[in-house]
């Protein structure tokens, strides 16, 4: 069962075109990260949101946490192909001692010229 | 400032074999994390290892296990490979403490069975 479903699953775009990428879970997190992950690498860490409700802004991106800290949302403004790549959210869940990172199902962006 | 280090970055193996992955943290990080990645998918957590044991571990079978050293480097091991254990091994490194603010990833080992 994935606790994490993102969507869309694909998403081709022409540079300077808008998107939202979508995560979405039936499970509270006590935070929420991002990702990017380029083919041949390992994700990137983009940000983490912690607070319900919280928005953060990395340049051309923000980043939403839901009140209930069940999901989260990507915004991308004016894509560039450097955008490109598999953008992956992950949630993070307080199991006594430990904390463990689950991973959304990902989403693959696509943004040509 | 080195990063998460993992060998190999490739390998191929036959059906049944044994094959040992490595992952050597990110400097300050006393805790590791492993992911098995198959092509498109998002990673699907294996173990995490702090303070030399095996802390949480997700839905794999007994032929995953692992070991981490008092320098904090980690082995990932898989016996009896199976053609569907084809995949990229992501090894993620973060400290104990803050697990839930991020990890730091390895670039992988992408395993092959054949």
């Known amino acids: 069962t994935q606790l994490l479903e993102q969507s869309p699953q694909f998403l081709s775009i022409q540079e300077g075109e808008n998107l939202t990428v979508y995560c979405n879970s039936s499970?509270?997190?006590?935070?929420l990260q991002w990702y990017r992950q380029e083919p041949g690498e390992g994700p990137v860490l983009l940000v983490t949101?912690?607070?319900?409700?919280e928005v953060k802004k990395l340049k051309r991106l923000t980043f939403q946490f839901g009140d209930a800290r069940k999901d989260s949302s990507l915004h991308i403004t004016a894509a560039q192909p450097g955008d490109t790549g598999l953008y992956l959210c992950?949630?993070?869940?307080?199991?006594?001692?430990?904390?463990?990172?689950?991973f959304g199902t990902g989403t693959r962006l696509q943004v040509t010229l | 400032d080195a990063g998460v280090t993992q060998s190999p970055t490739h390998l191929i193996k036959t059906r049944g074999q044994q094959v040992t992955l490595r992952c050597s943290p990110k400097?300050?990080?006393?805790?590791v994390s492993w992911y098995q990645q198959a092509l498109g998918q998002g990673p699907q957590f294996i173990f995490q290892?702090?303070?030399?044991?095996?802390?949480q571990r997700g839905n794999f079978p007994d032929r995953f296990s692992g070991h981490q050293f008092p320098n904090y480097s980690s082995e990932l091991n898989v016996n009896a490979l199976l053609l569907g254990d084809s995949a990229l091994y992501l090894c993620?490194?973060?400290?104990?403490?803050?697990?839930?603010?991020?990890?730091?990833f390895g670039s992988g080992t992408r395993l092959t069975v054949v």
């Open positions: 949101v912690v607070t319900g409700g």
């Open positions: 499970s509270v997190f006590s935070s």
């Open positions: 290892y702090y303070e030399e044991e095996e802390r």
């Open positions: 400097s300050g990080h006393d805790t």
């Open positions: 993620a490194s973060s400290l104990f403490s803050t697990v839930a603010y991020g990890y730091t």
């Open positions: 992950a949630g993070a869940k307080n199991t006594g001692t430990a904390s463990k990172l689950t």
